[in-house]
Every structure is written in C-alpha cells, then in structure tokens.
C-alpha cells in the first residue's frame, strides 16, 4: 500500500508504549503526535488537526470510549483505533458499533499497527478530496466551466453572453444530447431573471391529448377528470423563464396558441374565461430542421418566427474533441462522488479511444459511458473500461480525387510557378496525411503522433483535405 503522510495522535498513560508507537510510526514516514491521557489528547486534537487517532481502551480517567465520542463532536469523520487486551475483544467490537475505525488487540505485531493506521490515512484522505470534488461539482459553475475550452464552445458561450440580458425568444439548435437544456439554464442564470423560476419542458413527453392542459393549464370541470384548478407551466414561470425542448413535437393546434400567448402576453387556462398577463421568457430548443418542418406544413412558419429571434446552434460532440478530455475529466468526479470512489484519471488509451469516437449520443452519452467506466475501474479509467470497442471510429481512410479537393493539384499547366509550387506542397502533405491515417486504421489522435503535428491541426488539415474516414467526412 502506498506511503501517506499524516499526523498519528498516539494516546496512552503508559510512557513506553507512547513511545515504542511513536517511533513506529515515524519510521513509516507519519508524524506522531503524543499525549498521556484523554484530556490531553483532545488538546491537540484541537490545535494540531491529527488524521488518526491511536488511543488505549482502557485509561485512567477518561477512557479511549469517551475520547472517541468527544473527537467525534469536533471532527465526525477522524478515525479513531482502539488498542485493547486480547480479553476486551467484545469491548473493542462495541467500539466499533459505537464508531471506532477499528481496534488492535494486544500482543500486536509492528506490521499489523503500521497497516491499520496506513489504511485509516489513506480512507481519511480519500474524504477529504471527494469533499472538495464535491464541493466543486456543485458550485454554480461559468458556462465554460460547464461547456469546455474548444474554439467552437467559445462561440457558444459569446452567444449566451450576448443575449442572456435581453428579452429575445432564443431557438437553440443541436442534435441529441448536445447539452440544449444546458444552454438554456445557462442564458437563464446570466439573465435578469436568475432569481425567478426556470421549468423545463420535453415536447416530446407530454401526450398530445394532455399538451395544452400542461402548457396553459386547466379550470375545474374544464373535462373529464378535471377535479381542481391546474396552473400550467406557462403561467408557472410567470416572471421566469420557460424551457420547451423537441418543440418540433408540439401539436399544431397548440401552436397557434402559444403565439397568441407570445404576441399577447395573456393566457386563458382550459375552460377558463378570465384573461391572465403573463411575463415568462420563452426558450426552445429543436434537433431537427424547423425552417424544412415549416415548408412542409407540420410547423408553423409565423411561430417559427416569433420563437427564432435569437438562434444559438450547437456543435456535436465530434466537432469539438478539444472539449472531450475535459468533460470526461468532470463527469468522472461527478462518478467519483456518487459510487464514492477516487478514480484518479484516464490512460493515454483510453483518451485516445474517447478522442477517436464519434460520439453519436454527444455529451449525453460521454457522460454515461465515463459514469460506467468509473464503476468498473479500480484505479485509472483504462481503454477496455469505456466499452467503446471497434465502434470508436477505427477503420478505412478514402481518398477524394485531387480535382474533388479545395486546393490544387500539382499536374495543372495554367498555374503560376507559386500555385505549383503551392499545389505540389498540398499533395505531399495530404498524401503524408492519408498514409498516416492508413497506418493507424483512421485513428485521428495516433494519426497526429505519429506525425509529430498536433490534434487540432490534423484535424483541420483532414477537413480541409476531404478524406473521409469510414465514408463519413471528415467534417462530420
């Protein structure tokens, strides 16, 4: 077991034992702190802040029992061992009920002391960080902190930036999993509007039958089954700011009225007569093409535009790998903390096979996979961990015709002696990427290694170039 420092409060009114365990653990690179009795003991317990307490059962005075219940009140979470006679066993387990650490029962072994004390240093240290992940994860974070660092969230982020203290209707556009509900608490906490409610609601999850008593709400006998008056959730984030998701789900009859609400600002609840104002800022978001919905009919144009005053699009997952290693870094502290573990990190593999796959499920699915990857881990995320396998974009490199790219070949006679020296470059280069690419089964990230560029240029480069990987390309 690895080596922690910490500091032992070692307490017994017998003054060799103080110090035969005083140089026991001293020699195991702790830091011994020594008191003759219980009194004392909680002295420095108050002013040295030890990590284990190492006490005797039996004291005169006060006890090891009663010092445990009282470094209890000052730090519930410190350790405390017991050291007992082999005839105070049963004692020693009542401890433990009582909320010892654990006990040693004596004659013991220097190897036995040094091990329980080892692993009380290293659980203690394992409580204190996940605290501090704990209290990190829950801090209201910036929209970068949420997001990631990569050019392409940037743009999102002066986005939210921009609109968040107006009063526009903002369409955000992205394909599952992106993060639009992220988006939209985040425009709603950068707004004036911070302190008033934010309810989101799924179109997609709300029975047609049941859409408009959700949205507008519902007066008493309004229908069958109506008992008692019902607030929808327009009227709800009165104030406030309303999150309709899939809005493309929201039936067309219910349309025309939301954009009666919208330009109005009144609402009548089902089988209501009495208007009532409303001031609730609408966001929506949608995963698929509105303005194609609209030219089919199945949405309708003028609420379109009357939603669409402001549009934030946000870039898959695949688009932006920057963003990978630090999302995964984040969702495996959330992990940490809900399976109360301390997975330290990922392997080179493993970030190599998160860089390399396409991440159809965007931040929803990273999140899940990492959240398994940190049950299933001991120490360090590793590659089989992710359970990405031959799905994580490994496979054939197709070459686009020199006439197909957006730069030139080497071959044409009507270009300046720049263009073919230009052009000759491009070919080298492009052919250099295309062999790498081959080598290392379309993998982008061992593709970028192996010649000695960075990830980001590689990837520009492949876009650039069109090669497709897998017959997807590359700018996907």
């Not at 006998?221 to 009227?235: D, P, R, Y």
């Not at 899939?246 to 009144?266: C, D, F, G, H, Y």
């Not at 299933?376 to 197709?398: N, S, T, W």
């Given at each position: ?97 009582a909320g010892a ?274 049950l299933l881990a ?61 080598k290392t089964g ?35």
């Amino acid at each position: 077991m690895k080596t922690v420092q910490g500091r032992i409060l070692i307490v017994d009114d017998d003054h060799e034992m103080v110090r035969l365990l005083g140089q026991l653990v001293q020699r195991e690179g702790q830091t011994p702190l020594l008191a003759k009795d219980g009194v004392e003991a909680l002295q420095l317990i108050r002013a040295a802040d030890p990590d284990v307490v190492l006490a005797d059962l039996r004291m005169p005075g006060m006890d090891g029992m009663e010092l445990m219940r009282k470094a209890k009140e000052l730090d519930p979470d410190l350790p405390v061992i017991l050291i007992t006679a082999c005839t105070e066993v049963f004692a020693a387990v009542e401890a433990i009920r009582a909320g010892a650490y654990d006990y040693i029962a004596k004659p013991f072994q220097h190897q036995q002391v040094s091990r329980v004390v080892l692993r009380a240093l290293n659980e203690r240290r394992l409580k204190v960080e996940l605290k501090h992940l704990t209290d990190h994860v829950h801090q209201v974070l910036s929209p970068r902190e949420s997001f990631g660092p990569s050019e392409a969230i940037g743009k999102v982020i002066a986005a939210i930036e921009q609109v968040a203290k107006s009063n526009f209707s903002v369409l955000i556009v992205g394909e599952t999993g992106a993060g639009k509900e992220v988006v939209a608490r985040a425009i709603h906490q950068a707004s004036g509007r911070a302190r008033q409610p934010f309810v989101p609601v799924d179109c997609g999850a709300v029975p047609e039958a049941l859409f408009e008593s959700e949205l507008f709400g519902h007066e008493r006998g309004s229908f069958t089954g109506a008992n008692q008056m019902v607030v929808g959730k327009i009227e709800e984030t009165h104030t406030g700011t309303l999150f309709l998701d899939e809005i493309p789900n929201m039936p067309l009859a219910s349309q025309a009225k939301l954009l009666r609400v919208l330009q109005e600002k009144t609402l009548y609840r089902l089988g209501g007569v009495k208007p009532i104002k409303v001031d609730t800022r609408m966001l929506t978001a949608s995963g698929t093409d509105l303005e194609a919905l609209c030219e089919r009919g199945s949405f309708r144009s003028d609420l379109y535009f009357r939603l669409n005053e402001y549009t934030i699009f946000i870039p898959p997952l695949r688009q932006r790998c920057e963003d990978i290693p630090y999302l995964a870094k984040r969702f495996m502290d959330i992990a940490n903390i809900e399976l109360s573990k301390f997975i330290q990190g990922f392997s080179p593999a493993a970030v190599e096979a998160m860089l390399a796959y396409r991440w159809p499920g965007n931040v929803r699915q990273l999140r899940s996979v990492v959240r398994r990857a940190v049950l299933l881990a001991e120490e360090v995320v590793d590659e089989q961990h992710l359970g990405l396998g031959a799905k994580a974009g490994k496979g054939v490199v197709k070459e686009v015709p020199a006439e197909h790219s957006a730069t030139p070949g080497p071959g044409r006679s009507d270009l300046s002696l720049r263009e073919i020296v230009r052009g000759s470059t491009v070919h080298v280069e492009r052919t250099a990427i295309v062999h790498a690419l081959h080598k290392t089964g379309g993998n982008k990230a061992k593709a970028s290694r192996l010649l000695q560029v960075d990830y980001k240029t590689l990837h520009t480069k492949v876009k650039e170039y069109g090669i497709r990987i897998e017959g997807v390309h590359a700018n996907d």
